[in-house]
C-alpha cells in the first residue's frame, strides 16, 4: 500500500520536505517547469531475462495459464483418445482417412500427452512456484510486523467520522457502576488515553491486531485484521501447485488399461491380458495385483414410455464377480460414472454392445472354431460391425465381415437396419471371404478389421450370391461346400427362461462390456488439494483486509475528539459500516459536535 507524503512513516528532511517533494522538484526544472527527459537505461540479456521471469511469474500470467491449461483440454473431450479409447481412435481413422492424420499431425489423440500441453503444463507449474514462493515470504513478513502507524490526516480516509471524549466518558460512568464518579476526576490527557485503551481492548477482542502509539501528544491505536485473505490466496495457489505435482506423480506411476469381456468370460489383471495398456513412465508391472474379474450379467435399459425417446439409454450395469489371487470371489457392480474400486484400482465401464456366439464345422461336423465375438456399435440402435476370422480347420483361411442388428428391419431401399437397440428380432448376416487372412507372418493385426485384398469374396457385394443371414439357433452352409455356421442361441444353452415364448430373443446373443481399469496413486492427494482449493479460494473471496485507526486528536483550541477511519486492502463496501459501528460501540451514539473535553 502506497502512503501519502504526511503520513508519520514519511521521512522528513532538514527543510521540512519529504522525498515525495524532493522528487517531484528534481523532475522540474529550475523554473518548475518540465525537467530533463529521463534516460533508462538499456535491458541487456539479463536484463530481459529479469523481465521475462517476472512478467512469467506474475499472478496475471498463472491465471492466463491456467485458462490457456483448460482450452488446451477441450481437444481431448472431443476426438478419441488412444490412453482411454484406442478403437475409437481406429474407427475416427477408418471414418476420417484425410482429416485423421492432420489431426494426429497436432497430437490431437494423444492430448494429454502432447509436447503443447506439456509446455502449458509446465510454464503453469514454474509460473505458480516463482509466484508463490515469494508472496509466502512477503506474507510470513506481514504477519510478524506491526500494524502501521496512524496517518497524521484521518479526514483523508473512508469511513472517518468523529466521536465526542464527553459522550465516551459519560458512557464509562454508565458501565463503571463501583465507582461512577472515577472519570470525573481524570485530566483530559488520562481521558484520552483511557479512550485509546479501551478502544484499543475491543479491537483486540474483535480480532484485530492492534499497536498503540503516540505522536505530538496524540494518542492512536491502529489495528488490522484479515491476513486470513491472503493466507487463504496462498492456500489456493499452492494447493493448486500441488494438484499439478500430484496429478504428474500419478500419471508417472499409474496405468490405465482397457479389456473387452463378454458375459461369461474373465479377465486376469496381468499386462498380457489386456487389449491396450497405457502405463505410466515410472510404472513397473510388478505392481499389477493379479486379481480375476468375471462379467456375470450386463444388464441394460432402454426407455419404452417416452414416444419421443423410444430406444434411449436409461441405464447400464455391469455385475461381475473379483477374486484375489488365493481368495473368495466377491460380487459387485460398474455403472457408468460409478467406477468399482478393487485392489488398488479403478473399474470403469467404457461401452458396450453385443457379442454374437458363433460356431463354424468343417465338411464332417467338426468344430474348427466357435467364440462371441465382439461387434462395434454403429449407431444408436446398435446396428453393429464385427469380423470373424477362422485361420484353422478349413482348407483355405476363412474370413467373415458380419452385421447384427438386434431389432431387424427393413429401409425402402431393401437394405437392413436396426428399429430398437434391444434384442427383438436379431438378424446377423455374413459376408464371407476366402483366402490369406495375413495372420501368418506374424505381423499383428485388428480382430476388428479384414483386409480382403489376398482373399476372394464368396458372398455378398458384387459376387451374385446373398449374404448369409441368420437368427439365434439357425445353420447355414458355407459357401463351396466349406462347411457349415451356426449362430448360437446363448439362453438355450444357459437353460433360460422356461417360461419364455418361443419368439422371446431377449437373452439369445451375449453382451459384452468395454472396461477401463485406472490405477492413479495420486488421488487421495488430489482430493486433498481439491478440498484445500475451495477452502482458500473461499477465504480469499468473503474475508476483508482492513485496517482501522482511532486517534484522539487535539484540535488548535485545545479540545479533543476522538477520530475514526478505516482504509482496505481491496474491494471491502462494508468497511465504512464497520468504522461507524465501532464508533457508536467505543463512544456511544453521540457522535456530533458536541462537548468536547479541554
Given amino acids: 500500500m502506497s502512503r501519502p507524503d504526511d503520513h508519520i512513516d514519511a521521512p522528513v528532511r532538514d527543510d521540512g520536505s519529504t522525498d515525495a517533494a524532493s522528487h517531484l522538484r528534481r523532475a522540474q526544472g529550475p523554473e518548475g517547469g518540465a525537467g530533463d ?6 535491458l541487456g540479456f539479463v536484463g530481459w531475462l529479469r523481465f521475462a521471469w517476472r512478467q512469467l511469474t506474475s499472478m496475471r500470467t498463472a491465471l492466463l495459464l491456467l485458462l490457456l491449461l483448460a482450452i488446451a483440454a477441450v481437444p481431448g473431450s472431443l476426438v478419441p ?39 502449458v503444463y509446465l510454464l503453469l507449474f514454474v509460473s505458480l512456484i516463482g509466484c508463490v514462493i515469494p508472496r509466502t515470504k512477503h506474507h510470513f513478513d506481514a504477519l510478524r510486523a506491526r500494524p502501521p502507524r496512524t496517518p497524521v490526516r484521518l479526514q483523508r480516509l473512508a469511513g472517518y467520522t ?23 476526576t481524570r ?15 475491543q479491537l483486540k477482542q474483535a480480532g484485530y491486531r492492534v499497536e498503540r502509539y503516540e505522536l505530538r501528544g496524540e494518542a492512536s491505536v491502529s489495528a488490522e485484521r484479515g491476513y486470513l485473505r491472503e493466507t487463504g490466496n496462498l492456500i489456493f495457489h499452492t494447493a493448486l501447485l500441488g494438484v499439478l505435482v500430484a496429478v504428474g506423480i500419478g500419471g508417472g506411476f499409474g ?14 489383471n496381468t499386462l498380457a491380458a489386456y487389449d491396450s495398456f497405457n502405463p505410466g513412465r515410472f510404472f513397473d508391472d510388478t505392481r499389477l495385483d493379479p486379481y480375476r474379474l468375471s462379467l456375470e450379467e450386463l444388464d441394460a435399459v432402454y426407455e419404452t414410455q417416452n414416444q419421443e425417446a423410444i430406444g434411449q439409454p436409461i441405464d447400464f450395469t455391469a455385475r461381475v464377480n473379483v477374486q484375489a489371487q488365493g481368495g473368495e470371489p466377491s460380487e459387485g457392480v460398474v455403472k457408468v460414472n ?48 464385427g469380423v470373424v476370422k477362422v485361420p484353422d480347420g478349413l482348407a483355405d483361411q476363412l474370413g467373415m465381415v458380419g452385421f447384427l442388428y438386434p431389432t431387424q428391419t427393413t429401409l425402402p431401399s431393401g437394405a437392413y437396419t436396426s428399429s430398437y437397440p434391444d434384442l427383438v428380432y436379431p438378424v446377423l448376416t455374413l459376408n464371407v471371404y476366402q483366402g490369406d487372412l495375413g495372420i501368418d507372418g506374424g505381423t ?96 480469499s473471496l468473503f474475508v476483508p483486509r482492513r485496517r482501522i485507526w482511532v486517534k484522539a486528536a487535539r484540535r488548535p483550541d485545545g479540545t479533543i475528539v476522538l477520530e475514526y477511519a478505516g482504509l482496505a486492502r481491496g474491494e471491502d463496501p462494508g468497511l465504512e459500516d464497520a ?3 465501532f464508533a457508536d460501540k467505543h463512544a456511544g451514539t453521540a457522535r456530533d459536535d458536541g462537548p468536547v473535553v479541554k
Fill in 81 to 119: 483418445q488412444r490412453s482411454s479409447d484406442p478403437n475409437g481412435v481406429t474407427q475416427y481413422f477408418a471414418d476420417n482417412p484425410d482429416l485423421a492424420p492432420v489431426l494426429d499431425g497436432f497430437q490431437m489423440f494423444d492430448v494429454y500427452t502432447s509436447a503443447w500441453f506439456s509446455a
Fill in 579 to 581: 468504522v461507524a459501528a
Fill in 255 to 268: 496405468f490405465s488399461g482397457q479389456r473387452v469381456v463378454v458375459e461369461g468370460q474373465s479377465f486376469v
Fill in 37 to 42: 527527459t529521463v534516460a533508462q537505461p538499456k
Fill in 444 to 539: 499383428p493385426t485388428s480382430v476388428y478389421t479384414l483386409d480382403p485384398s489376398t482373399m476372394e469374396q464368396l458372398t455378398g457385394g458384387s459376387t451374385g450370391v446373398d449374404s448369409l443371414e441368420l437368427m439365434p439357433g439357425d445353420t447355414v452352409d458355407l459357401p463351396n461346400g466349406l462347411g457349415t455356421i451356426t449362430f448360437e442361441d446363448v439362453s438355450a444353452k444357459t437353460g433360460g427362461d422356461p417360461d419364455a415364448a418361443d419368439d422371446d430373443f431377449s437373452h439369445s446373443v451375449s453382451r459384452f462390456a468395454s472396461f477401463d481399469i485406472h490405477n492413479d496413486p495420486s488421488q487421495g492427494w488430489v482430493l486433498v488439494f481439491a478440498v484445500l482449493i475451495v477452502g482458500g479460494l473461499l477465504l
Fill in 162 to 184: 468523529e466521536g465526542s471524549l464527553t459522550a465516551f466518558e459519560e458512557a464509562s460512568e454508565d458501565l463503571d457502576t463501583r465507582s461512577p464518579s472515577a472519570s470525573a
Fill in 338 to 385: 460409478e467406477p468399482l474400486r478393487v485392489h488398488g484400482t479403478d473399474v470403469y465401464l467404457l461401452g458396450n454392445g453385443y457379442a454374437p456366439t458363433i460356431t463354424v464345422r468343417d465338411p464332417d461336423g467338426n468344430v474348427v472354431f466357435t467364440d462371441s465375438v465382439p461387434f462395434l456399435p454403429q449407431d444408436a440402435n446398435l446396428t453393429s460391425i
Fill in 187 to 201: 485530566s483530559p490527557a488520562e481521558a484520552a488515553d483511557a479512550a485509546i485503551a479501551a478502544a484499543a481492548t
